[in-house]
């Protein structure tokens, strides 16, 4: 079992920056691959950016390409997604994700692939 918590959602201004974070628990981080989706009120879940847990491997969407850099740090158990130049099309509950695997070099896009899914955090951007 792997236990997920964001932080760091909130209001910002279009070309604002926001930092989130994901805290895990409940497993040997260092071998679990993350990724960080997000829903928007009517549309489908989409991927935002996922990462290997070997870190040498990354995926980010066209939207956020550019934008968006996924990190995670295996000694404190975190994931990280520093979002800039945010728009307001970015506005979404923004939610992280974990897989266990053994495959060190695999970042995962499709949601159905985690097994282990965080509460959420808004981010709003306004124009």
């Known amino acids: 079992q792997v236990q997920l918590v964001e932080s760091g959602g909130g209001l910002v201004q279009a070309g604002g920056s926001l930092r989130l974070s994901c805290a895990a628990s409940g497993s040997t981080f260092s071998r679990i691959a993350m990724g960080w989706f997000r829903q928007a009120p009517g549309k489908e879940r989409e991927v935002v950016a996922s990462i290997s847990w070997s870190e040498g491997v990354s995926y980010y969407a066209d939207s956020v390409k550019g934008r968006f850099t996924i990190s995670r740090d295996n000694a404190k158990n975190t994931g990280n997604l520093q979002m800039d130049s945010l728009k307001p099309e970015d506005t979404a509950v923004y939610y992280c994700?974990?897989?266990?695997?053994?495959?060190?070099?695999?970042?995962?896009?499709?949601?159905?692939?985690?097994?282990?899914w965080g509460q959420g955090t808004q981010v709003t951007v306004s124009s």
């Open positions: 994700a974990a897989v266990p695997t053994v495959r060190r070099n695999n970042a995962y896009t499709q949601s159905g692939e985690y097994p282990y």
